[in-house]
């Protein structure tokens, strides 16, 4: 449960109920995406507040409204056969979702992405930074405002799909040129272009650039424990 405050007349556009007024406190459930939503509902139709309640007691059988639609909803602490519950987010649902989550910021043995199956010793997964927007400000302004809705809302969160194309990292090329440039090509199985490709720092596809990595660390490795 996060206790939220009315802070903002955007709120009250929204099938306020009467029980909310300006500058009150309500209760806003995280709900969960394992059948927390209603049946026919998701996070894009389905916005549940309840009145605020300071005693844990008593949130289990809290009643709110769907800003939505303006109907009311029964809270349930467990999944029912007839999905008219709203089901908050509980320690038990996410430890299940933590347990299937795919690790994003380390790569798998063999320096592909993780997936849920993966396991073994992680390897370092490394970012290049692409295209560079300004933001304008260094925080978020709403934060000035107080525990306000329009903090959670999604849409004003920027994600971009990265691109098929990536470069090594400055300090990685440096350490593959003091090796050699014929002993990569002949290591790694690379072209001579794809392999000066890399160590000029042109954009090369991101498959290339971790097999290419993949194979000079792996003889590494073999050769510095020989």
């Known amino acids: 449960m996060m206790r939220m405050v009315v802070t903002t007349p955007n709120v009250l556009k929204n099938q306020r109920p009467e029980w909310l007024g300006p500058f009150n406190f309500f209760l806003y459930p995280l709900l969960s995406p394992l059948g927390g939503y209603p049946s026919g509902f998701n996070q894009t139709n389905f916005f549940f507040i309840t009145p605020m309640e300071t005693d844990r007691t008593k949130w289990p059988l809290l009643k709110g409204i769907n800003l939505f639609d303006g109907k009311i909803y029964q809270i349930a602490m467990s999944p029912r056969g007839k999905k008219d519950r709203v089901i908050p987010e509980s320690f038990r649902i996410i430890l299940r979702q933590y347990l299937d989550r795919r690790e994003a910021k380390s790569l798998a043995p063999e320096g592909t992405p993780c997936a849920e199956i993966t396991q073994g010793l992680l390897r370092r997964a490394r970012i290049t930074a692409g295209q560079l927007k300004p933001i304008?400000?260094?925080?978020?302004?709403?934060?000035?405002?107080?525990?306000?809705?329009?903090?959670?809302?999604?849409?004003?969160?920027?994600?971009?799909?990265?691109?098929k194309m990536c470069v090594a990292e400055p300090s990685e090329?440096?350490?593959?040129?003091?090796?050699?440039?014929r002993?990569?090509?002949?290591?790694?199985g690379f072209?001579?272009?794809?392999?000066?490709?890399?160590?000029?720092?042109?954009?090369?596809?991101?498959?290339?650039?971790?097999?290419?990595?993949?194979?000079?660390?792996?003889?590494i490795l073999l050769l510095s424990s020989s």
Do not use: C
């Open 136 to 163: 304008g400000k260094e925080t978020d302004r709403h934060w000035e405002q107080g525990e306000d809705p329009s903090m959670i809302d999604q849409n004003v969160l920027l994600y971009e799909t990265p691109g």
């Open 191 to 219: 072209s001579p272009t794809t392999v000066y490709k890399i160590l000029e720092g042109k954009p090369v596809r991101r498959y290339i650039l971790s097999s290419f990595r993949q194979a000079v660390d792996d003889v």
């Open 173 to 181: 090329r440096k350490r593959w040129s003091r090796i050699g440039v």
């Open 183 to 188: 002993w990569l090509i002949r290591e790694s």
